[in-house]
């Protein structure tokens, strides 16, 4: 089976763009959360959506926003960037019924200008 | 509110040492405890978890943790050391219902020296 997804890997932007990252997750999984990982705050969590909902959301900006499709795949944006939102983006997906079971993906390292 | 503390940022142990990394953990309801790795350039993956029951977890690639609620630790462990353990290990806890977002610590980088 495989793992979980996130495209793309790498990704440069300017202060001031937006950006989308988006995650597929494990084939079956349904809930998708989303994690910012630097080196000054270490892993923090963005938001979780389960069937396409967001369940559960972190102290993170209105410029961080998510969705979720109706195949479980999501996408997060951010607006208006910012130089510290230069970060390791990870997305991570469970089970509808283990849920605190999360498997996580490679992650989209961004950059910001 | 739930915390997570890992004690000592960076651990080195010699190759066929014990690993000891130390986790405790602040929670208001039973937790669910995790301890994830980290590779350069890489995602996390799962070592191990606690949720219920038997309080001494074995995970993957010879690591072991024991829930302490006394104690409120949950410190990883392995027997010997072996070179590709060199990585970032994070502790996390979550609460189990209702809210299934992880509070991570702050991660200790295990190096192993030859």
């Known amino acids: 089976k495989a793992g979980v997804t996130q495209t793309p890997r790498y990704l440069i932007k300017t202060r001031g763009q937006q950006v989308t990252l988006s995650c597929s997750p494990i084939s079956g999984h349904r809930s998708v959360s989303w994690y910012q990982q630097t080196p000054g705050q270490g892993l923090q969590f963005l938001f979780e959506?389960?069937?396409?909902?967001?369940?559960n959301k972190g102290n993170f900006p209105g410029r961080f926003s998510g969705r979720q499709f109706s195949n479980s795949r999501s996408e997060m944006n951010v607006s208006t960037l910012e130089l510290g939102d230069s970060a390791l983006y990870l997305c991570?997906?469970?089970?509808?019924?283990?849920?605190?079971?999360?498997?996580f993906g490679p992650g989209t390292r961004l950059t910001v200008l | 509110a739930q915390s997570v503390t890992q004690l000592g940022s960076h651990v080195s142990v010699s190759e066929g040492a014990l690993v000891l990394l130390r986790c405790n953990y602040s929670?208001?309801?039973?937790?669910?405890l995790f301890w994830y790795v980290q590779y350069p350039n890489q995602g996390l993956q799962l070592l191990l978890k606690?949720?219920?029951?038997?309080?001494l977890v074995k995970g993957i690639n010879g690591f072991e943790a024991e829930f302490k609620k006394s104690e409120t630790s949950f410190h990883l462990t392995k027997p010997s050391a072996h070179m590709s353990d060199a990585a970032e290990y994070f502790c996390?806890?979550?609460?189990?219902?209702?809210?299934?977002?992880?509070?991570f610590g702050t991660g200790t980088r295990l190096k192993v020296l030859a």
């Open positions: 959506y389960f069937s396409e909902t967001q369940r």
């Open positions: 991570a997906s469970s089970l509808a019924n283990r849920p605190n079971e999360q498997f």
């Open positions: 606690y949720t219920t029951g038997a309080t």
């Open positions: 996390a806890v979550s609460t189990g219902s209702g809210t299934y977002k992880y509070i």
């Open positions: 929670s208001s309801v039973p937790p669910y």
